[in-house]
């Protein structure tokens, strides 16, 4: 029988989880792990990414288990032997670390819809009181580049929304375009 596990880590070990290194293969480590005098696992972060992400910073759905990495049975599989090895586990969650730029994160559509007053507005690192005169009150994301004058007249407005299941590109100047389709 293992002892208890500590809430305190002793030593870590770092495993960047991704589709081709899922929690079952990390699980498959815990013999090895444990034999080395770890004490906690250290994870990648684990919330639904960008498909095929291979860092997991690119949050898409921070209400559910990345499926690609094994879904919520697999980390709950992973804990299991985990604790049945004496180790801990430790996962890195970056609230503020969500992908943008496409329309694959429900939570940017609905702030691209619905601006300031979007209920995940406060989510997101926006400039919403940028001091540009031209920049006041619009939609303003931190990796637009400035001066607001090279960008497009469509990227400048936060008040155009597109129509139901319209697609819009927004073109930035050393930026790629963005293409996004609004859901429903």
Known sequence: MKSAISSRPRATMRLQLHRDFTFSDAAALASYVAGMGISHVYCSPILTARAGSIHGYDVIDPGTVNPELGGEQGLRDLVAVLRSHGLGLIV?????????????NPWWTDVLRHGQSSRYAKFF?????????PCVGRFWPPFWARP??????????????????????????????????MPG
């Open 92 to 104: 890195d969650i970056v609230p503020n670390h969500m992908a943008v730029g496409a329309a694959d």
């Open 125 to 133: 690192d926006i400039d919403w009181e940028c001091e540009d005169p």
């Open 148 to 181: 607001m004058e090279r960008l497009s007249p469509m990227a400048t407005s936060a008040s155009r929304t597109p129509p139901k299941g319209r697609s819009f590109v927004i073109l930035i100047p050393n930026y790629p375009s963005i293409r996004q389709t």
